[in-house]
């Protein structure tokens, strides 16, 4: 998207992705900046999934969505000479103009990634045509431009506004409950939308009259989507976290047998916890600034992160803080060197100062605990870390098994395959505790309490 225009107002910091329910029917989660979302989630939002993942990308992966369903996504058509904003509009045009269209399209006043082929059948194409309707200093003038042309050729039949997936939240006069607002009423997709309070789930916003269905999803993709053991037909209220292992800014509860657990209501009115973040080993319980995101240079700690994907990692990336933020991005974006798929493998930490002792403590027991097939080094880092491993032959070897080391830039992701594919050999960890079972955990000494307010 252009940060020069003054388009119409777009989502903060929220995220949305894909689930499936046991009948076989797609929904989307929709975040209000705040609550337990599932690891590794690229930021995105509702209307950005609609059509298939990464609409706004390179990356897009279509869905095989119906006519029906996609005649859901979009508002009434109205002609050419209605439209003024001309920011991303769906546009039907003449069939056999289509050539000439998609030849217009290139042209530079139609902004770079336009157009977008919402279906084919249909003759629907999704453009940005902003340009051609104002002025340098974005302000609105008369069509003109490639616009005109198309207009003028008879090109453009008919256009429409997509819906606008817009959700919010706002507490009740008695400040007890939350008032969700949405500003559609079609889609073809159930959609759930997580207040901004976490102290409430996320509440059911639409039932779909044509939903999608998971075979209208590509093969290859289908495992990006998260399975939840509900029907969303018959669930008004959802916890993700019970099911799928989630982030979250909340504090950590509990620490058992080096992973972090943060405590979550149910839509019963239960308290549980779900898995929040693994190989958080017990060294670093007693430091306060560590839990409170503080760490200073205290020579005590390496300020070791890590960032995981998935439960059951089979790749170890370790990398430096600046060299994290190069790999593995700023916010979460994959590796430069992983396919989409290999991503969702991995486990990378990050640290912050160089401690030799804390390092070699700290990582040692990540690989005991996940086993990982591969162990991947930024360059920076791998001359270091082959000063304190005794690493023969890209092979490092603790307790008798073997792990094969490469720097980041030194391998391809065909190499990653086939050792990421190998299985996950590690320690299960459980993504949801009850209450009542993290008690008896406690009790017995294998559940650390973590106590906020030393």
């Not at 949405?182 to 207040?195: C, L, N, R």
């Not at 939903?211 to 998260?226: A, E, G, L, N, S």
């Amino acid at each position: 998207m252009k940060t020069s225009k003054e388009y119409p107002a777009t989502h903060s910091m929220s995220t949305a992705w894909y689930m499936v329910d046991e009948e076989g029917n797609v929904g989307i989660m929709d975040y209000n900046e705040n609550g337990p979302v599932p690891w590794g989630l690229p930021q995105t939002c509702a209307e950005d999934l609609v059509y298939g993942s990464g609409a706004d990308s390179n990356n897009f992966v279509p869905f095989d969505l119906t006519d029906e369903q996609i005649m859901d996504l979009l508002q009434e058509p109205h002609s050419p000479l209605q439209e003024d904003l001309w920011f991303d509009c769906v546009v039907k045009i003449e069939k056999n103009k289509k050539d000439r269209f998609l030849e217009l399209c290139t042209h530079p006043d139609i902004s770079k990634g336009s157009p977008f082929c919402v279906s084919e059948r249909l003759n629907l194409y999704m453009i940005d045509a902003y340009d051609c309707c104002s002025d340098a200093d974005f302000k609105q003038t008369q069509i003109h431009g490639t616009l005109k042309l198309m207009i003028d050729e008879g090109l453009i039949v008919e256009v429409y506004k997509m819906q606008d997936y817009y959700m919010s939240d706002t507490y009740s006069e008695s400040g007890e409950q939350i008032v969700h607002e949405k500003s559609f009423d079609k889609a073809p997709y159930y959609i759930y939308h997580q207040a901004y309070s976490t102290s409430f789930l996320p509440q059911k916003m639409h039932t779909p009259v044509h939903p999608v269905k998971i075979d209208q999803i590509p093969t290859d993709f289908r495992h990006f989507m998260h399975k939840v053991p509900v029907k969303f037909r018959e669930t008004e209220l959802l916890q993700i976290a019970q099911y799928v292992p989630c982030f979250s800014h909340d504090d950590y509860t509990y620490i058992v047998n080096g992973c972090c657990y943060i405590e979550c209501d149910l839509s019963d009115g239960s308290v549980a916890y779900y898995l929040a973040d693994i190989c958080e080993f017990d060294r670093h319980v007693s430091c306060f600034y560590y839990f409170f995101d503080k760490c200073l240079t205290c020579n005590e700690c390496c300020g070791l992160k890590t960032y995981p994907y998935c439960e059951n990692p089979t790749i170890l990336g370790v990398f430096d803080e600046e060299s994290h933020h190069y790999y593995y991005g700023l916010y979460g974006d994959t590796w430069k060197v992983l396919t989409r798929d290999l991503q969702i493998k991995s486990l990378t930490v990050s640290f912050k100062h160089w401690n030799a002792d804390c390092l070699v403590e700290t990582l040692t027991n990540i690989i005991k605990d996940i086993k990982p097939r591969i162990i991947l080094f930024s360059d920076k880092t791998f001359d270091n870390f082959s000063k304190l491993f005794e690493i023969n032959a890209n092979l490092l070897t603790l307790d008798n098994v073997d792990y094969p080391v490469y720097k980041v830039s030194g391998i391809m992701s065909e190499e990653i395959r086939k050792y990421a594919c190998l299985g996950y050999r590690g320690v299960n960890h459980r993504i949801f505790i009850t209450k009542e079972e993290m008690l008896v955990l406690e009790s017995s000494g294998k559940a650390i309490k973590i106590v906020k307010d030393r």
